[in-house]
């Protein structure tokens, strides 16, 4: 019975393989972005990926199918559509979904605490007992960090809430809570 050379020789066709993967993803790094971080310049290629400026990546992905190589396609293309794509290292990557996440999703208050985490953060930064003089309440911390994120934010939060929620020491003090164990 006769085999298929990739079958007769395993080793070989993964090496082969391996050498291109990789000569594909250098190639889509040097045309997406000169091998280089667009945020913070990092040049480890070991760290860097290619990304959809504004999302939508997963959309995109399942378009093309689950067996699909994303940069086999776009080196095959001649990598087209250059202003939709940059190169990022994998922190700078997962910063921006964050960023793009937080604008997506509505920043409205609720019981169920759905401020954005750095004015979760910031306030608990700020909130001390405020029955002592001079001291900074749960609402005040909380109204204080939304009016500083709404002054660098493109969508503002209405800090009305923050004020008439009779539970927001409770909030901060459940957030604590929670970031002092996710640094444990």
Known sequence: MKYSWSVRHPDRRRETSHKRRLKIRAAILEAYGNSKCARCG??????????HIGGGGNTHRRQLGA????????????FPDKDKYRILCRNCNWIAYLEQKEQRRPVQYSGRNKWP????????ELVTDGR?????????AIAKAVEEYNATAEKKIAPSKAYQDSNASGILWAFKKRLQLGRQ
């Open 42 to 51: 990092c040049t480890d290629t070991r760290v860097l990926d290619l990304d």
């Open 67 to 78: 067996n699909v190589n994303f940069y086999n396609t776009l080196y095959i293309q001649g």
């Open 117 to 124: 985490t750095s004015v979760m953060i910031r306030a608990v």
């Open 132 to 140: 002592k003089p001079n001291g900074v309440g749960a609402k005040e």
